[in-house]
């Protein structure tokens, strides 16, 4: 969104928002690794898969940033823009075009290799081996879940 008000204004390329864009993307993976940090290793190993899904999309396109843009600017229309009010009525809609153009060809890439990276996930987090004491503790059951009865209800059945 802030990169397309900037286009708006004249002030950001497509040739830069494209980066821009893929850096954001890495960026948002922090907001799931701090919300996982809490929680079980499932969401743990959910957090990483979707680190590398972004990382590895990244560098799968920047080999091709080019043709890429390229193929933005010719879906979207407009061509190059060079000049501030081209910039201001073309760019902002390339930039969110490239973002759902990049997102819609990495899970068509990353479909077939989703119990692979699901294994990586599971191999850069393994699981814990349990302890005597543990393995007779609640596994379902979570402290926090009291604070909502219903929730702690289903939880208990």
């Known amino acids: 969104g802030v990169f397309i008000a900037l286009a708006f204004q004249g002030l950001l390329t497509l040739k830069a928002a494209i980066p821009l864009t893929f850096g954001a993307n890495i960026g ?5 690794l701090l919300a996982s940090l809490g929680a079980n290793r499932e969401a743990k190993r959910a957090a990483m898969a979707h680190i590398l899904f ?5 560098v799968i396109f920047f080999p091709f940033f080019a043709q890429y843009q390229n193929l933005v600017e010719h879906l979207s229309g407009g061509g190059h823009a060079q000049t501030l009010n081209e910039i201001a009525a073309v760019v902002p809609r390339q930039i969110a075009n490239a973002h759902s153009i990049a997102k819609i060809i990495a899970v068509i890439l990353f ?6 990276l699901a294994a990586l996930a599971k191999k850069i ?5 349990e302890t005597e004491l543990e393995k007779y503790k609640p596994k379902y059951l979570d402290k926090n879940a009291l604070n909502i009865s219903s929730t702690a209800l289903y939880l208990s059945k």
């Open 28 to 32: 948002t993976c922090v907001t799931a």
């Open 54 to 58: 972004n990382l590895l999309s990244t």
């Open 111 to 116: 479909l077939p290799f989703t119990t692979s």
């Open 125 to 129: 987090l393994p699981d814990r081996q």
